[in-house]
T-cell receptor, first 112, second 109 residues
Framework: DAMVIQNPRYQVTQFGKPVTLSCSQT?????MYWYQQKSSQAPKLLFH???????NEADTPDNFQSRRPNTSFCFLDIRSPGLGDAAMYLC???????????FGSGTQLSVL | GIQVEQSPPDLILQEGANSTLRCNFS?????LQWFHQNPWGQLINLFY???GTKQNGRLSATTVATERYSLLYISSSQTTDSGVYFC???????????FGTGTRLLVSP
């Protein structure tokens, strides 16, 4: 089945140690999003790619970066994780003309 | 930016009961979606419904765009319906969905 896949499901990192989360999709969608969701809160958009065009939200910290080497893959890099970055990170995809958003199962990040 | 509020914030139901969840938004929208987040964190898209009414099994949704609200109806609730329900909206000219505050539903056997 076509889907959005996130690895790993759980990620533990140390304070200040760079970490990369990955997302892949078999839906061939143009748009890929990264959301951050903290406990008992709504998902918050960090940034998105429309094809290769990167769109950063104004309030996304510089500590968060993203790469999209091809249509299928997108990465979230956290350069120096702080305790406040512990959260669920959700990847989603969509395409123009089919506005429904499809989410992966998320990566739960812990920062020690 | 657009504000999205959902009510009630928490809801407890007995299995088999019906419920209505509400989403109010502060500006015109060209995209509105309802999601269910299960206890394991997976977000499932229930409806894409910027206007009108749709039904899918025991679930149905209605959006009255001119009055800036949407309703999600759950009939004959089951324990597997437990989780958090989010509505998310997009305003014209803004390429992003803004999520509402969510309604946490617990269906007990």
């Amino acid at each position: 089945d076509a889907m959005v896949i996130q690895n790993p499901r759980y990620q533990v990192t140390q304070f200040g140690k760079p970490v990369t989360l990955s997302c892949s999709q078999t839906l061939n969608h143009n748009v890929m999003y990264w959301y951050q969701q903290k406990s008992s809160q709504a998902p918050k958009l960090l940034f998105h790619y429309y094809d290769k065009d990167f769109n950063n939200e104004a309030d996304t910290p510089d500590n968060f970066q993203s790469r999209r080497p091809n249509t299928s893959f997108c990465f979230l890099d956290i350069r120096s994780p702080g305790l406040g970055d512990a959260a669920m990170y959700l990847c989603a995809t969509s395409r123009p003309g089919q506005e429904k958003l499809f989410f992966g199962s998320g990566t739960q990040l812990s920062v020690l | 930016g657009i504000q999205v509020e959902q009510s009630p914030p928490d809801l407890i139901l007995q299995e088999g009961a019906n419920s209505t969840l509400r989403c109010n938004f502060s500006d015109s929208v060209n995209n509105l979606q309802w999601f269910h987040q299960n206890p394991w964190g997976q977000l499932i898209n229930l409806f894409y419904i910027p206007s009108g009414t749709k039904q899918n099994g025991r679930l149905s949704a209605t959006t009255v765009a001119t009055e800036r609200y949407s309703l999600l109806y759950i009939s004959s609730s089951q324990t597997t319906d437990s989780g958090v329900y989010f509505c998310a909206v997009e305003s014209p000219g803004f390429q992003k969905l803004v999520f509402g505050t969510g309604t946490r539903l617990l269906v007990s056997p």
